[in-house]
């Protein structure tokens, strides 16, 4: 069972920036697809990015220029999500999520965000 821990999550003010994290115990080489959700109080889950091993990385219209997923190079088996000038309604839990070769897809347990003054 691969597993999935976020970090990072917190309260930030508005206009603030967090840094999420997500380790994973899979292989590198396995992986199709690297991603960000989040669901907010009383909302569906949503997708906010994805970042495949090959092609272009995308955004959610109501993050793009704000947030951006990387991958670490070194060891490749923790991504991010930067998140810059945050505003209230990016308050919500952040999970990440991969997509594998086998098919199979594994979640992060989910991380709070909080953007309030």
């Known amino acids: 069972q691969v597993q999935l821990v976020e970090s990072g999550g917190g309260l930030v003010q508005p206009g603030g920036s967090l840094r999420l994290s997500c380790a994973h115990s899979?292989?590198?080489?396995?992986?199709?697809?690297m991603n960000w959700f989040r669901q907010a109080p009383g909302k569906a889950r949503e997708w906010v990015a994805t970042?495949?091993?090959?092609?272009?990385?995308?955004y959610a219209e109501s993050v793009k220029g704000r947030f951006t997923i990387s991958r670490d190079n070194a060891k490749k088996i923790t991504f991010y999500l930067q998140m810059n000038s945050l505003k209230p309604d990016d308050t919500a839990v952040y999970f990440c999520?991969?997509?594998?070769?086998?098919?199979?897809?594994?979640w992060g347990q989910g991380t709070q965000v909080t953007v309030s003054s």
């Open positions: 999520n991969i997509n594998w070769r086998t098919s199979m897809t594994s």
């Open positions: 899979g292989s590198i080489f396995s992986i199709i697809a």
């Open positions: 970042l495949p091993t090959t092609g272009t990385t995308t």
